[in-house]
């Protein structure tokens, strides 16, 4: 067991004295979720055992097992569980909008370079390959993008009804993916710099045109 699990391990123990069992069982299943995500986004799906997972968030294999029975309602859960802290982050960066449309697209191409990000990839190439994981990643992607979808609608404030601004906030959001992916194999900063303030000068001219 290396340095930071049995630093877990001690630390579970520690609040485990100290929390009711509801506020235990609450906190056992974040550092399992938080913990998925970790080794999916480090060792990809082969290497993300429940086992694994158990021991970098300091709980037992069974007490991994009593909150999520089978490794794919772990792992789907995690990805899903830090989507939604992500978004909740993102919508507190603009509690009032964003008039800087640069700001906004800077800040939702971050959500496709980091961790989270490489370990739904990870999910998705695995998914690619199980039937029986398919179908799970399938919905939850869908249900995550929507949401990302209506948070950039949001703080782009963007009028939907409006021809090509639906297909407009689509592409930033694909685009963003790419930037993503693009991260993965080299630092792309520069060069994502750059590709950041064309978009929000496109969305400008998209968004502030005139209505026919």
């Not at 509801?22 to 799906?45: I, K, M, N, Y």
């Not at 971050?110 to 039937?131: C, I, K, M, Q």
Request: aromatic content about 4%; hydrophobic content about 40%; overall charge neutral.
């Amino acid at each position: 067991m290396d340095v930071v699990a049995r630093e877990a391990k001690r630390e579970a123990a520690r609040a485990s004295r100290r929390e009711p069992k509801q506020d235990r069982s609450r906190a056992t299943r974040r550092r399992l979720l938080e913990a998925a995500v970790a080794c999916l986004a480090e060792h990809g799906w082969a290497g993300s055992t429940v086992s694994v997972v158990a021991e970098r968030a300091g709980v037992s294999r069974g007490a991994a097992q009593h909150h999520f029975p089978t490794r794919e309602d772990l792992f789907t859960a995690a990805v899903e569980y830090v989507a939604e802290e992500r978004s909740t982050a993102l919508r507190a960066l603009f509690p009032e909008g964003a008039a800087d449309r640069r700001a906004v697209v800077a800040a939702l191409v971050d959500l496709y370079t980091g961790p989270l990000f490489r370990a739904a990839l990870h999910l998705w190439v695995a998914a690619s390959n199980e039937e029986q994981l398919r179908p799970r990643v399938t919905e939850l992607e869908a249900r995550v993008g929507r949401e990302t979808h209506r948070i950039a609608v949001d703080l782009l404030d963007a009028d939907e009804s409006r021809p090509g601004v639906r297909e407009t906030v689509q592409g930033l959001l694909d685009m963003s993916r790419g930037l993503g992916l693009a991260n993965l194999l080299t630092d792309d900063g520069g060069r994502r710099d750059r590709v950041v303030a064309q978009w929000a000068t496109l969305l400008d001219e998209t968004l502030d045109r005139p209505a026919p």
